[in-house]
């Protein structure tokens, strides 16, 4: 995407129909433990104060090296180039 919120973005169509969805609500103040394959998102900050978050990812030192040398770490000032990004198997 050209600006941060359309490369943030993922879209999903799913059959309810055939896939349980389970929303979960987090109250200010607190904590989302989940692993990576979950996919999970908010609504837009619509306040006039800022949304903050503390992240803490766990990768192998492999992991981050791999993603260091293509350019990726975790910035929303990442300039990725995710054709090359994608081929990583």
């Given at each position: 995407g050209e600006t941060r919120e359309e490369?943030?973005?993922i879209r999903l169509n799913i059959d309810e129909s055939k896939?349980?969805?389970s929303y979960a609500q987090v109250p200010?103040?607190?904590a989302s433990i989940h692993d990576e394959y979950v996919v999970h998102g908010s609504a837009g900050n619509s306040?006039?104060?800022s949304?903050?978050?503390y992240v803490i990812a766990f990768r192998t030192k492999d992991t981050v090296e791999k993603e260091r040398s293509l350019g990726f770490t975790h910035?929303?000032?990442d300039e990725i180039n995710w054709d090359v990004f994608n081929q990583w198997a």
């Open positions: 490369a943030h973005a896939e349980k969805i200010r103040g607190s306040s006039s104060g949304r903050r978050t910035s929303h000032n």
